[in-house]
């Protein structure tokens, strides 16, 4: 069984920093592509950044470039995204997501999920 499970949300003050990381089980972890997605209340579900089988290559929507890392451990089976420079319009439930072979910023192309982990930045 395929698990995927988030953790590292929390509330932080505008300008903060937060690791958010996801923990996979259950799947050949280096063969899949792996994202993040978010989603604010009655807002639909959002790209947020990507990052390819081996970790080589990595992808952001613009409104994250120069604030959000996302990285992979393929040996410990977990995926990271490193949030800097919070700010409100940031706050969203968070969504790790895997895909084999190759990433898509489209989330209904994803074949797994975690449960999500919210993150609340205050202004």
């Known amino acids: 069984q395929v698990q995927l499970v988030e953790s590292g949300g929390g509330l932080v003050q505008a300008g903060g920093s937060l690791r958010l990381s996801c923990a996979a089980s259950?799947?050949?972890?280096?063969?899949?592509?792996m994202g993040w997605f978010r989603q604010a209340p009655g807002k639909e579900r959002e790209f947020v950044a990507a990052?390819?089988?081996?970790?080589?290559?990595?992808y952001y929507v613009d409104s994250v470039k120069g604030r959000f890392t996302i990285s992979r451990d393929n040996a410990k089976n977990t995926v990271h995204l490193q949030m800097n420079s919070l700010k409100p319009e940031d706050t969203a439930a968070y969504y790790c997501a895997a895909r084999t072979y190759a990433w898509v910023r489209i989330w209904e192309e994803y074949d797994y999920w975690g449960q999500g982990t919210q993150v609340t930045v205050s202004s």
């Open positions: 259950g799947l050949t972890f280096g063969a899949y592509a």
């Open positions: 990052i390819s089988r081996s970790g080589g290559s990595t």
